[in-house]
């Protein structure tokens, strides 16, 4: 009778047992579920100086230290996305395009300008954004971290 009842207790926690784990899995908050993923973008992948490898993770809640930082009136704490992706909607909505929506190769006539009506194509937009906030944060003494220079953005293969 020990025999039989052992089996069917085994039978019914093998049973329940995935059960349980998925309503333990759902009460749970996301964080301690899955870790966030860290999207990393690559960037002049046909480039000559290598490709660039961006961690969007280790950026989003960043905003660009100098005062003169033209984009920092959009960058808000709450939506520091704006400071990089600063397009906004009709309404103020921060719009998260990727920068290539807007800046082309060189000499494309699509390419927005700049205050002194320069064009800003891809590449020149990723260097005034990525660099202009990495000597922002050297300058101001903010952080230490952010290469300044070619190769440390840039990685040969």
């Known amino acids: 009778m020990r025999l039989k009842l052992a089996i069917l207790l085994m039978f019914l926690g093998a049973l329940l047992t995935p059960a349980a784990l998925r309503v333990v899995a759902f009460a749970l908050p996301v964080s301690q579920t899955t870790p966030p993923q860290d999207k990393v973008i690559t960037l002049d992948t ?17 905003i660009n230290p100098d005062p003169q930082f033209v984009y920092r009136v959009k960058a808000k704490p709450n939506a520091a996305c704006a400071g990089c992706h600063h397009t906004e909607s009709q309404r103020g909505i921060p719009q998260l395009w990727k920068c290539i929506a807007c ?11 700049n205050r002194d009506f320069d064009e800003v194509y891809a590449e020149r937009a990723y260097h005034d954004m990525c660099i202009g906030c990495h000597r922002a944060n050297y300058t101001m003494n903010v952080s230490k971290k952010g290469p300044t220079t070619c190769g440390g953005c840039h990685k040969a293969e």
Do not use: D
């Open 46 to 62: 046909k480039g000559y100086r290598g490709i660039v490898y961006f961690s969007h993770k280790g950026h989003e809640a960043l």
């Open 103 to 113: 800046h082309k190769g060189e000499a494309n006539e699509k390419n927005p300008k």
